[in-house]
């Protein structure tokens, strides 16, 4: 990142939407906001220097089980992934992964998918469930591997380099609708974690399913989400980092960004262009541009985070 | 053995062999109703059985689905592509289910 840029993004802050493609630059509250497009492996190295230190780095939706047409090897697309954020010059300190680990919720693919981050440099790994996790019977897969963080529970809070994160789980649905859902007890431990932190502390608030409503009859949103954004509002700067739909899509409102990833595995059809948000065959040299991951670094530390996505290009 | 021996065998062999087959089929009347999952919906969304008749819901998407009824009476684990689910209704009722990971996805199931 440039000064000139920096500058750029303090001045301006555009409501920009931002999908896969190559170098368009938009300001984000102060920030960065970068889509880098790794099709040229040279021109990646010169990318991924200019995102400078990373604080952390998104990976979502990785899919561990999956085996059809949109993608036949979700493993290969997983450890290039790995290797990309392993080939950082400066490691994130810590890694988030926004859910749907797994494709089926089987034992034996969280096994494999455990043992695949095991390979990341940066040992600090946070995680949020999705409803691809969630769907064994006794939703015992997922907690049994990663729910200590939560002591069972999905949701919990922890501090890094002064920015307060806050991990949601909004895909445990206990009667049928539309949305996902957060819950009276977990809005209410938000609201008691958030009223100690003082308005100038950067949030990063990360969950599955997006929190804010992007496509609702493929219920891409979370229908409880508004009593958390009332909390949320008050403060500097909010970060919030979401996965489930395969595709970037963003939003900025006041000192808010919202931001879904891509995910390693495959892509998913734009709001309402399919007949649901299912598996999305692209022609196989595209795929790789379609898949990525996201690196999030403190700008002007600390008050303001600068997201940078980053696809698995066509190398 | 005795000629009467022999075509008791052969009907009790013709009896078993009848009832593997009536078994092994997937659908019809005599072994409950197959409901369809395809295109993130349930079909039929509303049908009605017999106390004590079968349900099969059988997954058609691309997309795992899961059928769970909204009371906690039965919970499939997650259904690939050409994976099913069985559950024997034994009380009559009306009985509500939906995906766990698609919320939006709801049927009917009426028990008389």
Same mark, same amino acid.
């Given at each position: ?12 802050? *555009? ?5 896969? +493609? =190559? ?9 960065? *906001?970068?889509? #880098? ?19 952390? #780095? ?6 561990? +089980? ?10 290969? @697309? ?23 680990? @797994? ?9 494999? &998918? ?11 790994? !946070? @995680? ?10 006794? #939703? ?13 529970? +999905?949701?919990?809070?922890?501090? !890094? =380099? ?5 991990? *949601? ?8 609708? +539309? ?45 409880? =989400? ?17 996965? !489930? ?25 734009? &709001? ?9 065959? #692209? ?17 002007? !530390?600390?008050?303001?985070? &600068? ?9 | ?34 409901? /369809? ?15 004590? $008749? %079968? ?7 691309? %997309? ?8 906690? /009476?039965?919970?499939?684990?997650? /259904?690939?592509? $050409? ?28 028990? %008389?």
């Amino acid at each position: 990142m440039t000064d000139d840029q920096t500058l750029r993004g303090r001045r301006n802050a *555009l409501k920009c939407m931002a999908y896969g +493609g =190559a170098g368009t630059l938009f300001a984000l509250s102060g920030g960065l *906001l970068t889509p #880098v497009d790794l099709a040229v492996a040279a021109d990646a190295k010169a990318d991924i220097s200019r995102l400078g230190k990373p604080l952390f #780095v998104q990976i979502s939706d990785t899919h561990i +089980g999956f085996a059809k047409d949109a993608n036949p090897d979700v493993n290969g @697309t997983l450890t290039r992934a790995i290797d990309l954020v392993n080939g950082m010059e400066e490691q994130p300190a810590l890694v988030i992964h926004t859910g749907d680990i @797994t494709h089926l919720s089987k034992a034996e693919e969280f096994d494999l &998918a455990q043992q695949m981050f095991s390979k990341l440099r940066t040992t600090e790994l !946070h @995680t949020t469930p999705g409803e691809h996790d969630t769907a064994d019977p006794t #939703v015992t897969e997922y907690f049994s591997r990663f729910g200590k963080a939560s002591q069972n529970r +999905g949701y919990y809070s922890f501090d !890094h =380099a002064g920015v307060h994160f806050v991990c *949601l789980i909004n895909v445990l649905q206990f009667k049928a609708g +539309g949305l996902g859902t957060l819950g009276a007890e977990q809005l209410a431990w938000v609201m008691a974690d958030l009223q100690a932190r003082s308005s100038s502390t950067p949030i990063v608030v990360f969950a599955h399913m997006p929190l804010w409503t992007i496509y609702e009859p493929w219920g891409w949103g979370t229908g409880d =989400a508004s009593q958390l954004l009332d909390q949320l509002r008050r403060f500097g700067s909010v970060t919030v980092l979401n996965g !489930h739909i395969h595709q970037i899509v963003q939003k900025v409102e006041g000192n808010m960004t919202f931001h879904t990833a891509r995910s390693t595995a495959y892509p998913q059809p734009v &709001a309402g262009t399919a007949a649901g948000p299912g598996p999305l065959k #692209v022609p196989a040299e595209q795929l790789a541009s379609r898949l990525g991951i996201s690196s999030v670094s403190v700008v002007r !530390h600390p008050r303001s985070l &600068a997201l940078n996505d980053v696809t698995l290009g066509s190398v | 053995m005795t000629k009467s021996r022999r075509s008791l065998l052969g009907a009790v062999v013709m009896a078993a062999l009848w009832l593997v087959c009536a078994g092994a089929s997937a659908a019809g009347p005599a072994q409950g109703d197959r409901v /369809l999952i395809k295109d993130f919906m349930f079909s039929p969304m509303a049908l009605t059985t017999k106390v004590g $008749g %079968e349900v099969t819901w059988v997954n058609q998407d691309d %997309e795992p689905h899961t059928v769970v009824s909204d009371t906690g /009476l039965f919970r499939s684990g997650a /259904l690939d592509t $050409g994976n099913s689910y069985t559950f024997k209704f034994d009380k009559p009722g009306t009985y509500h289910v939906f995906c766990s990971m698609h919320p939006q996805m709801t049927a009917t199931i009426v028990v %008389e």
